[in-house]
């Protein structure tokens, strides 16, 4: 393995790597546009060039293999000076209209200048005119003025979604990014491209003109849209009401990690974060015989969440342990499953199943699964029956009238029964409690509602289909009056005769890794921000 | 370096001073100096002598309004393209840089896409600005501006002080824009 020498500093790594990366070991940041770790080395945007003893002239440190006893000097004056230079020579058809740019606030032609260039520009010709403002799909918009021609977007197209829809087109400084004739950029990743873009070239459209970034904050978490996992930031903004007509998730944008997703997400996951926020159940309710329309629905009055629970614990009791189906779903936190089995399983003997409805969808062999929950696996492991013959089961014995309260989290169960065969079940019964977040077909038919925090509101973890662990943390504060799910299960516990004493969910999660063996060792210290691999 | 403090003494009042009386008849001279100073300025600008020598003057406000300094704050005006159309272009530089938080815009995409984007609506909260100015100075656009002298903003109600897109492109609607009025220097 090769020892080199970065700004005074030696370090080994492993053969074949390159200077960028020895630098990157050492701390040292190599400003680069056209370089990214998931993508091939294209080594054309100069950004990245440094001193090498013994090497005649400046070279590029995204491409330069590191060989043994190297010098390499990141920060000589030649060094700096280039850098000015390339930027200028970058910026030289750059229309400089970050006003109404998107990037503005996360660009790197912006960081780079504040931080390398602080140059005058000497620039007396006119620019060279590019199109602006166009549509290349539905997600992206592509400005041709602000793009350096890095070519990361065309590399990510060739090699990582294969579809190659983008290219450079023309020569010199009429080069320009674009789409090939007949095509567009419609591919299931296609944000991402939007992500590793450098500068404001490609824009989303999903965001485009919402809010400035600088508005955001981020907090970690992981994609619920299916059941690979992948790590994700939840950009929200909570001061400014005017924006977004009040909502509070602006963007979801992935989160390193080499394990799951490395840097990308799918567009389905990324584009999914408006259920946080739109039509979102904000008060326990209870319906009621006169046609009363609050909350947004009919024939649904709210009430104080003590009576709320008061009232479902009374109802359980009165309704025979058999006639009782709890429906658990796999969008339910290791946390909420546990615990959920725990209450009706342990302390209410109640039978509790979980449903994992036949909502099976697109799949391919990159980050997309067929399984859209985040937390199957998670189920399985803490002693959940994940089979689809779950279903089928009540539903017969629904069918044979057997069924006379059910308690549902979260799942609309319209979405996969028959119309006629859900109504089978709530025809005859005569409870049914929901505990979920948005308002759906299933809730508006149920007769008390329980609103339940959705996953940025609380903490907890997921379990991927590769059984690894990964949490997901609090981002907000749950909307309206709704609960975390385990608040709301201990609350039922409490009115049931079992008071838990439960503050926060790290104590739950201790209790899953001392009881159930595969957890065992894990702590959320240990799963941090990028997971662990159950036992 | 430790700030450097200087002490002032208050003056004590001398013997005279402390007597009242003869302080209360100083300052009557004072002022009714002024006032036959005035009043003999003044009629004799009516005869045309010592024009070149300025009296005191009260302006009858509110039928009366003097130009403020050019660089005076008041209400904030948009100003407009040469076709009427809002010359901002919604980057929220003044809604960022605004302290009182009171400056709401929403953006929208603008037809022509050398200009892309436009405010949808551009409100300002005129009960909770401060009149700083940092939005005229943060605007890169030229498009905010607080030169319309007008300066009588008041209301019945809160709702009254916010002010709207259409409220802010056309300042001269609400007809208080102060013409040079010729009777003062
Ligand atoms: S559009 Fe963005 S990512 Fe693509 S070449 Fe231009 S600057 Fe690079
Ligand atoms: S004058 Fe100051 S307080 Fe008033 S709107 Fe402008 S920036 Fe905000
Ligand atoms: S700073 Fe100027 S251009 Fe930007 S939003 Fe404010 S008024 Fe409009
Ligand atoms: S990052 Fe090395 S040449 Fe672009």
């Known amino acids: 393995?090769?020892?080199?020498?970065?700004?005074?500093?030696?370090?080994?790594?492993?053969?074949?790597?390159?200077?960028?990366?020895?630098?990157?070991?050492?701390?040292?940041?190599?400003?680069?546009?056209?370089?990214?770790?998931?993508?091939?080395?294209?080594?054309?945007?100069?950004?990245?060039?440094?001193?090498?003893?013994?090497?005649?002239?400046?070279?590029?440190?995204?491409?330069?293999?590191?060989?043994?006893?190297?010098?390499?000097?990141?920060?000589?004056?030649?060094?700096?000076?280039?850098?000015?230079?390339?930027?200028?020579?970058?910026?030289?058809?750059?229309?400089?209209?970050?006003?109404v740019c998107d990037q503005a606030g996360e660009c790197w032609l912006q960081n780079y200048y504040m931080k390398h260039g602080l140059y005058d520009s000497r620039?007396?010709?006119?620019?060279?005119?590019?199109?602006?403002?166009?549509?290349?799909?539905?997600?992206?918009?592509?400005?041709?003025?602000?793009?350096?021609?890095?070519?990361?977007?065309?590399?990510?197209?060739?090699?990582?979604?294969?579809?190659?829809?983008?290219?450079?087109?023309?020569?010199?400084?009429?080069?320009?990014?674009?789409?090939?004739?007949?095509?567009?950029?419609?591919?299931?990743?296609?944000?991402?491209?939007?992500?590793?873009?450098?500068?404001?070239?490609?824009?989303?459209?999903?965001?485009?003109?919402?809010?400035?970034?600088?508005?955001?904050?981020?907090?970690?978490?992981?994609?619920t849209g299916c059941s690979m996992g992948c790590n994700i930031e939840i950009h929200y903004q909570l001061e400014r009401k005017h924006i977004a007509g009040g909502d509070r998730v602006m963007r979801f944008k992935p989160r390193e990690n080499e394990e799951v997703n490395k840097w990308w997400i799918c567009d389905e996951g990324r584009y999914g974060y408006p259920f946080i926020d739109k039509n979102r159940i904000h008060k326990p309710c209870r319906r009621v015989p006169d046609p009363v329309s609050k909350d947004g629905q009919k024939d649904m009055s709210p009430i104080p969440w003590d009576k709320a629970l008061d009232m479902a614990a009374q109802k359980i009791k009165e309704i025979p342990k058999d006639a009782w189906a709890v429906l658990a779903s796999p969008q339910m936190t290791n946390?909420?499953?546990?615990?959920?089995?725990?209450?009706?399983?342990?302390?209410?003997?109640?039978?509790?199943?979980?449903?994992?409805?036949?909502?099976?969808?697109?799949?391919?062999?990159?980050?997309?699964?067929?399984?859209?929950?985040?937390?199957?696996?998670?189920?399985?492991?803490?002693?959940?029956n994940v089979l689809k013959t779950q279903l089928e089961e009540m539903v017969r014995k629904a069918e044979a009238g057997k069924i006379r309260g059910l308690y549902v989290f979260g799942q609309d169960l319209y979405e996969f029964l028959k119309p006629e065969t859900a109504e089978?079940?709530?025809?005859?019964?005569?409870?049914?409690?929901?505990?979920?977040?948005?308002?759906?077909?299933?809730?508006?038919?149920?007769?008390?509602?329980?609103?339940?925090?959705?996953?940025?509101?609380?903490?907890?973890?997921?379990?991927?289909?590769?059984?690894?662990?990964?949490?997901?943390?609090?981002?907000?504060?749950?909307?309206?009056?709704?609960?975390p799910g385990w608040e709301i299960l201990a609350g039922l516990s409490e009115r049931a005769g079992r008071k838990l004493s439960y503050k926060e969910t790290h104590e739950i999660f201790d209790e899953i890794a001392a009881a159930v063996p595969v957890f065992q060792g894990l702590t959320y210290t240990k799963i941090g921000k990028k997971g662990a691999v159950l036992a | 370096m430790p700030p450097k403090t200087k002490v002032i003494k208050q003056r004590e009042l001398n013997f005279l001073e402390k007597l009242y009386i003869p302080e209360v008849i100083r300052g009557v001279c004072i002022t009714s100096g002024h006032f036959f100073k005035n009043l003999t300025l003044h009629s004799l600008h009516r005869i045309g002598l010592l024009r070149h020598i300025a009296a005191a003057v009260t302006i009858m406000y509110p039928e009366i309004k003097r130009r403020y300094p050019h660089r005076y704050r008041t209400?904030?005006?948009?100003?407009?393209?040469?076709?009427?159309?809002?010359?901002?272009?919604?980057?929220?530089?003044?809604?960022?840089?605004?302290?009182?938080?009171?400056?709401?815009?929403?953006?929208?995409?603008?037809?022509?896409?050398?200009?892309?984007?436009?405010?949808?609506?551009?409100?300002?909260?005129?009960?909770?600005?401060?009149?700083?100015?940092?939005?005229?100075?943060?605007?890169?656009?030229?498009?905010?501006?607080?030169?319309?002298?007008?300066?009588?903003?008041?209301?019945?109600?809160?709702?009254?002080?916010?002010?709207?897109?259409?409220?802010?492109?056309?300042?001269?609607?609400?007809?208080?824009?102060?013409?040079?009025?010729?009777?003062?220097?």
């Open chain 1, 123 to 223: 620039l007396d010709e006119d620019k060279v005119k590019k199109s602006k403002a166009v549509s290349i799909g539905p997600t992206v918009m592509l400005d041709s003025e602000r793009c350096i021609l890095c070519s990361r977007c065309v590399r990510f197209t060739d090699e990582i979604t294969k579809t190659s829809e983008l290219g450079i087109f023309n020569r010199g400084d009429h080069s320009e990014i674009g789409i090939y004739p007949g095509r567009e950029l419609n591919n299931k990743y296609s944000g991402n491209v939007v992500d590793i873009c450098p500068v404001g070239a490609l824009t989303d459209k999903d965001f485009r003109f919402k809010c400035r970034v600088w508005y955001l904050k981020a907090s970690p978490s992981v994609c």
């Open chain 1, 335 to 384: 946390e909420e499953l546990y615990l959920a089995k725990k209450v009706f399983g342990d302390t209410l003997g109640l039978a509790i199943s979980l449903v994992s409805p036949n909502r099976e969808g697109y799949s391919d062999d990159f980050l997309i699964k067929a399984d859209k929950n985040p937390n199957t696996r998670g189920a399985f492991e803490l002693g959940y």
């Open chain 2, 75 to 185: 209400r904030h005006r948009l100003t407009k393209r040469d076709d009427g159309t809002p010359r901002c272009v919604a980057c929220m530089m003044c809604e960022t840089v605004c302290p009182a938080k009171c400056i709401y815009i929403v953006a929208e995409e603008n037809p022509d896409p050398n200009i892309e984007k436009q405010p949808k609506t551009f409100d300002i909260d005129l009960g909770k600005c401060i009149y700083c100015g940092f939005c005229v100075e943060a605007c890169p656009e030229d498009a905010i501006r607080m030169d319309t002298q007008i300066m009588n903003i008041a209301g019945y109600t809160r709702e009254s002080m916010y002010y709207t897109k259409d409220r802010l492109l056309n300042p001269e609607r609400e007809g208080d824009i102060v013409k040079p009025s010729g009777s003062l220097r």
């Open chain 1, 424 to 483: 089978k079940i709530f025809g005859p019964c005569e409870l049914l409690i929901f505990q979920g977040t948005n308002w759906n077909p299933t809730a508006a038919r149920a007769s008390l509602v329980l609103p339940s925090a959705v996953f940025a509101e609380q903490d907890g973890t997921f379990t991927n289909f590769q059984r690894r662990v990964q949490r997901i943390f609090k981002a907000l504060e749950p909307m309206g009056e709704s609960k």
């Open chain 1, 1 to 99: 393995m090769p020892t080199l020498t970065v700004n005074g500093k030696e370090v080994t790594v492993e053969k074949g790597s390159t200077v960028i990366q020895a630098a990157e070991k050492l701390g040292f940041d190599i400003p680069r546009y056209c370089y990214h770790p998931g993508l091939s080395i294209a080594g054309n945007c100069r950004m990245c060039l440094v001193e090498i003893e013994k090497f005649p002239k400046l070279q590029i440190a995204c491409h330069t293999q590191v060989q043994d006893g190297m010098v390499v000097k990141t920060e000589s004056d030649v060094v700096k000076k280039t850098r000015e230079h390339i930027l200028e020579f970058l910026l030289v058809n750059h229309p400089l209209d970050c006003p």
